[in-house]
């Protein structure tokens, strides 16, 4: 069975730090693995990463992943209180283009105090 | 980009009721679309994968009976909770992939459900 996990599943800083968000996958089949921001509603999304070591930027928030170690991480550095969401770590597949499921991990719930 | 748009976004019923929650793409057509359940505090869980056409397909555990899904058209794939109990109350989203986009999936903006 698929498997992602996330950690820490929550955490609490204070703003102005730096984070990092750790995903760990199991998978039978990989294509890509996603990172996403959940605030209240829908997840929006933030990376996809599918080769190692090649990290992606947009703004405050970084993303690598480490295809021989099946790990990924998030960082976000001067956080700032709208970061506060839950981000969750998704696995793709390689199977049909465009029906691939998801594999979603547990999700950790990052909450920025003022 | 892409908008997948969610309806509705709140709603109650009571225990035995139906309810029917539609997921439509906005500016393009979603051969697949993919229906979730979140219980508070918990991550996405795949309940079925809905192809246009054709039967969805039922991630394991998931009753087919109890969620009865319908991919009529390329932009509408709705989900109907039928005979409704309080522990179907949960929040369900919905998300479809641009044929042209890859990799990126795009999330309706949910719908929270509380059976009474």
């Known amino acids: 069975e698929d498997k992602v996990v996330q950690s820490p599943l929550s955490l609490v800083v204070h703003e102005g730090d730096t984070v990092t968000l750790n995903c760990s996958y199991e998978v039978t089949n990989f294509r890509s693995l996603l990172w996403y921001k959940q605030e209240k509603k829908a997840p929006t999304f933030l990376f996809m990463l599918t080769s190692s070591g090649i990290e992606k930027k947009s703004g405050r928030l970084s993303s690598i992943l480490d295809k021989k170690e099946l790990f990924s991480i998030l960082n976000i550095t001067a956080t700032q209180t709208g970061d506060s969401a839950v981000y969750l770590c998704a696995v793709a597949p390689p199977s049909g283009f465009g029906n691939e499921k998801l594999t979603f991990g547990t999700g950790t719930r990052l909450t920025i105090i003022p | 980009g892409a908008v997948v748009s969610q309806h509705p976004s709140r709603v109650i019923c009571k225990s035995g009721t139906s309810v029917k929650i539609e997921c439509r793409s906005l500016d393009f057509q979603a051969t697949t679309m993919f229906w979730y359940r979140q219980f508070p505090k918990q991550s996405l869980m795949l309940m079925a994968t809905s192809n246009e056409g054709s039967k969805a397909t039922y991630e394991q555990g998931v009753e087919k009976d109890k969620f009865l899904i319908n991919h009529a058209s390329l932009t509408l794939s709705t989900l109907t909770v039928t005979s409704a109990h309080p522990e179907d109350s949960s929040f369900y989203i919905c998300?479809?992939?641009?044929?042209?986009?890859?990799?990126?999936?795009?999330f309706g903006e949910g719908s929270r459900l509380t059976v009474l």
């Open positions: 998300s479809a992939r641009d044929g042209t986009l890859t990799g990126e999936l795009f």
